[in-house]
């Protein structure tokens, strides 16, 4: 498997890389990099030389914000598109379901990550350059493209999850896991025996791991879909305080204890909807036993901001082939294509051939629902095959010219939502929320009689560009 560091090495080849040198943890990378992302063209940076750290101790974020940089975490042609790449990932995900279980982790006794083992007074998460992200966050957090590693105490399975991380002193993190994710269901376990969950966190690692941490997988699957990916089993090593396994070639590794009752306040943290919706509250400590990093470490930052983040186009390309993927599986017939690229799950598209009475609803309700989008979701839109899914405009006008209120919406209430809602009040017990199913596809019982759309003869628009093309700039 490449490390990080390979990786970074043919980002650079492909220029898709800047190295920053002189900036403040403290707002600035994190400002720096929000207007890097909301460019078209956006590079991935490597900050070094940070403000009040020596050379070397390095943060990178924007790793996965365009086309080239994602294909190349998942090593296919950086030469695609992005229609391209989402297309050859809905292929490819077939080829890593079929052979997900084969792939057990390869357990090592050595890696680069061993080069540095700190514990007890030697333990200080402030060595790293922790990066302030946004102005009104209340802490600095370390975690952010991070690859939180659990164990269900119940099952054995080892999770991989992304969950963010806010150090509070030299030797304590928090950990903010929201409610439903797997990780959360671990520790809640654990802390119903009376008795600490052991955890380990990598902060810096190929971007692929990240990946499949923040996509939700089925329990205890990550490592072996991350060799399924790789074609090959994932090197780890067994952590000798909390027994967890993880990857032998991650920048830093931080490990130790979940103890049951031990809460600080945590947060607020600016998310990906945008917002500093969830605000400050207790969450559960991490008491660190060791540190374990590489000379010269990188953090993966991935600080979350207002569509489009950090994440926003990595999530949408995985998340939204994961989704066509699973609606294959569910047995729905005729998918054409499916897409969560405005801001993530909170609005999916998909797009079916309509095949028989109750087809689009059918398709609504399952992705509504589905491993994808469950999870926090807001609208679902089901268009018919002419409409291009990742084409907000297209999609836009379907639901304004196919659809009527009154009878192309349906409501699913009391659906998983998050304290990063920014629609619920807090506090209070619960996280519900709820969804509508926008049936956006010409009505099926007269699809054939529908008004037909205005279309431009291809021929006759060949010879146009060709005519006055050099004027209008048309070709």
Same mark, same amino acid.
């Given at each position: 498997m490449d490390d990080l560091r390979t990786w970074l090495a043919k980002v650079a080849q492909l220029d898709e890389l800047r190295e920053i040198k002189s900036a403040d943890w403290d707002l600035e990378m994190g400002c720096l990099t929000d207007v890097c992302n909301k460019r078209t063209t956006n590079y991935a940076l490597l900050f070094d030389e940070i403000k009040g750290y020596v050379r070397g101790y390095r943060v990178l974020t924007g790793s996965n914000s365009d086309a080239p940089r994602v294909a190349t975490t998942l090593n296919l042609n950086p030469d695609m598109d992005s229609k391209a790449l989402l297309a050859s990932l809905r292929r490819e995900i077939k080829v890593w379901n079929s052979r997900a279980g084969s792939f057990p982790v390869e357990q090592v006794t050595s890696g680069p990550v061993l080069e540095n083992v700190h514990a007890g007074k030697d333990i200080d998460l402030f060595e790293f350059p922790v990066p302030r992200w946004h102005e009104l966050d209340g802490g600095r957090y370390i975690g952010t493209g991070d690859a939180i590693i659990t164990r269900d105490p119940d099952t054995g399975e080892i999770n991989i999850g992304t969950y963010r991380i806010m150090v509070h002193d030299h030797q304590t993190t928090a950990l903010y896991i929201s409610p439903g994710k797997h990780g959360r269901q671990h520790y809640e376990k654990y802390h119903a025996h009376k008795t600490p969950c052991p955890v380990a966190m990598s902060f810096g690692h190929h971007p692929l791991i990240f990946g499949v941490g923040f996509l939700g997988m089925p329990p205890g699957t990550e490592y072996s879909y991350l060799g399924a990916i790789l074609n090959e089993p994932v090197k780890v090593i067994k952590d000798? =305080?909390? /027994?967890? %396994?993880?990857?032998?070639?991650? @920048?830093? =590794? =931080?490990?130790?204890? =979940? *103890? *049951? /009752?031990?809460?600080?306040?945590?947060? %607020?943290?600016?998310?990906?909807? +945008?917002?500093?919706?969830?605000?400050? #509250? !207790?969450? !559960?400590?991490?008491?660190?036993?060791?540190? $374990?990093? #590489?000379?010269? %470490?990188?953090?993966?930052? &991935? !600080? *979350?901001?207002?569509? *489009?983040?950090?994440s926003s186009y990595y999530r949408a390309l995985l998340a939204s082939a994961m989704l066509h993927s699973e609606l @294959?599986?569910? +047995?729905?017939?005729?998918?054409?294509?499916?897409?969560?690229?405005?801001? +993530?799950?909170?609005?999916?598209?998909?797009?079916?051939?309509? #095949? $028989?009475?109750?087809?689009?609803?059918?398709?609504?309700?399952?992705? &509504?629902?589905?491993?994808a989008g469950a999870y926090m979701g807001r609208y679902v839109v089901v268009v018919d095959e002419d409409i291009d899914p990742t084409d907000t405009q297209e999609v836009l006008w379907a639901i304004c010219t196919r659809s009527d209120p009154q009878s192309s919406i349906d409501i699913i209430r009391r659906a998983w939502s998050t304290p990063l809602d920014p629609t619920i009040r807090k506090p209070t017990k619960a996280f519900y929320n709820s969804r509508a199913i926008v049936d956006a596809c010409k009505p099926y019982e007269w699809k054939d009689e529908f008004p037909k759309e205005i279309a431009i003869d291809s021929d006759l628009s060949n010879t146009v560009k060709k005519k006055w093309g050099d004027l209008l700039a048309l070709q």
């Open positions: 000798e =305080v909390t /027994g967890l %396994p993880f990857p032998a070639d991650s @920048e830093i =590794v =931080v490990t130790g204890w =979940v *103890p *049951p /009752g031990d809460y600080r306040i945590e947060g %607020p943290f600016g998310e990906w909807t +945008g917002y500093y919706a969830s605000k400050d #509250r !207790p969450a !559960p400590i991490v008491k660190v036993e060791r540190i $374990y990093h #590489r000379n010269n %470490p990188v953090i993966l930052g &991935c !600080p *979350p901001a207002k569509y *489009p983040g950090d @294959e599986e569910m +047995g729905l017939p005729d998918i054409q294509g499916a897409w969560q690229g405005i801001s +993530g799950q909170l609005f999916l598209v998909v797009s079916i051939k309509q #095949r $028989y009475a109750g087809h689009a609803r059918q398709a609504g309700f399952l992705a &509504c629902q589905s491993r």
